[in-house]
């Protein structure tokens, strides 16, 4: 068994104790690997060793490892900050972007989809923690935001991310969590058009995962656990 293989299955057994601990399925809780500044041949690795599901951060680099994933089955999902130059590049290679923040950018990415024939699974990005370092709108704009989304012709909302307060205490980063659970909960109970199937609640990385499932996660997105500092 390869390293990064080794690596993966224990994060899935994390995964699993902590949906077992929240009286949670296990199979409920998918497993993003952020790959960013991973080399093709590791992600291929990890691919290889039963990884489906993969996040980009960087446009650049969503360009540069796609083609030399080309001939592996995997959904990839865009993580990151996407600026407008970056819309048809991401359109072309990713199957999800999770990090709208933005009536513009979603408005942007459904004129690409409709110019490429296509319809895109999108997320909200939420910024729960209010550290203005982070990207994503106030949990008090989400609904707003997702009602937008929704009313979008090639958009399919799916549900909510968010990148957990950075902080010591675990009961901070809880709150973070609780605080996009709430957000998917008032959004999919709007009754607005286009809402009503976001349930999923991406959210957690390699040093919360555990208090993210508690709170409620689908997909936990994790880089270091498996990949290693970078
Ligand atoms: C890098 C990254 C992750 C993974 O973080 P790790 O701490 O390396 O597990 C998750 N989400 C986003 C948006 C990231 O950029």
């Known amino acids: 068994m390869t390293a990064v ?11 699993a104790t902590a949906a077992q601990a929240a009286g949670r399925n296990p199979a409920e ?5 952020a790959v960013k500044r991973v080399e093709s041949t590791r992600i291929r690795e990890a691919l290889a060793a039963g990884a489906t599901l993969i996040g980009q951060n960087r446009a650049q680099e969503l360009v540069s490892t796609e083609p030399d994933l080309d001939d592996v089955p995997h959904e990839t999902h865009f993580i990151g900050h ?4 970056k819309v048809n590049q991401v359109m072309r290679w990713a199957d999800c972007v999770q990090s709208i923040d933005s009536a513009k950018i979603a408005q ?10 296509r319809d895109l699974d999108v997320f909200v990005q939420v910024n729960t923690s209010g550290e203005e370092t982070k990207a994503g709108v106030p949990p008090e704009s989400a609904g707003e935001l997702a ?3 929704g009313s979008l ?6 549900g909510l991310m968010t990148i957990g ?3 010591p205490d675990p009961g901070e980063v809880r709150a973070s969590y609780t ?5 998917r909960d008032a959004v999919v109970g709007s009754g607005e058009p286009g809402t009503s199937e976001a349930h999923e609640l991406s959210m957690g990385m390699s040093g919360d995962l555990e208090l993210a499932i508690a709170a409620g996660a689908t997909m936990v997105r994790v880089g270091t656990g498996v990949f290693g500092a970078r």
Do not use: C, M, P, Y
């Not at 996407?82 to 130059?85: A, R, T, V």
């Not at 605080?179 to 957000?183: G, H, S, T």
């Open 179 to 183: 605080a996009l659970a709430q957000a």
């Open 108 to 117: 942007r990415l459904d004129r690409a989809a409709a110019t490429r024939g």
């Open 165 to 167: 307060a950075n902080s």
């Open 82 to 85: 996407l600026q407008s130059n």
């Open 29 to 33: 809780v998918r497993l993003l690997l």
């Open 153 to 158: 012709e090639h958009l399919r909302l799916r």
């Open 5 to 15: 293989a080794a690596s993966i299955e224990q994060v899935r057994s994390r995964i």
């Open 147 to 149: 009602a937008v989304v």
